[in-house]
């Protein structure tokens, strides 16, 4: 929401997920409250996160690895409290970006695609093919000032940038990353 002095993340490391903030300057973290996400096992935690710049709303992703399907929720920043959007079947949603007009897309890595998301519904849209070879923990957020979707990238055994291209969904290097990259964000109001 425009406030650069931190930045927002769910963690389910510690058993149940927690919503935290943490100060960019400092690198401390806050405990706000526990997110009321529902864990299956090893399964269901918060994965992703992508803040709405048109409804002022957090989404989160939670991909459960046994079922092969990820839900998408809203997180009310104040108190962690967990809304169900919906439950994409058969896409492993590791991260989510929000573009500047309020579009929803995500980084399905189970098919390797970039994927378009009804942020109303959950219904997700192949876009296409990213030409990487996908897993663990990928970063995706826009560069609002450019309208540039940036994806830190663990292909396989490197991590990586890159470009994502919204309407084919083929991603283009940028340079090398420092491994796998989980909580990603481009600081830049729209």
Not at 13 to 19: D, K
Not at 122 to 146: C, K, M, N, V, Y
């Amino acid at each position: 929401n425009d406030d650069f002095s931190k930045q927002y993340g769910i963690t389910a490391f510690a058993g149940l997920p927690n919503l935290y903030t943490t100060d960019t300057q400092t690198g401390e973290a806050e405990l706000i409250a526990p997110v009321s996400i529902p864990a299956t096992g090893v399964a269901n935690n918060p994965y992703g996160a992508a803040w709405d710049p048109l409804t002022h709303t957090m989404y989160v992703t939670a991909p459960t690895f046994g079922t092969l399907s990820t839900a998408i929720y809203t997180v009310d920043l104040t108190n962690g409290d967990a809304t169900l959007v919906g439950t994409i079947q058969q896409r492993m949603i590791n991260d989510i970006a929000i573009d500047a007009s309020g579009l929803m897309y995500g980084i399905d890595v189970q098919n390797d695609v970039l994927v378009a998301i009804d942020k109303t519904t959950a219904e997700a849209q192949t876009i296409g093919p990213t030409g990487l070879s996908l897993w663990f923990s990928q970063g995706l957020d826009f560069d609002d000032r450019t309208g540039t979707l940036y994806l830190a990238a663990y292909d396989q055994t490197v991590g990586n940038v890159y470009t994502i291209d919204t309407t084919t969904g083929q991603a283009t290097l940028v340079g090398p990353s420092f491994g796998e990259v989980g909580g990603f964000s481009i600081a830049t109001s729209g």
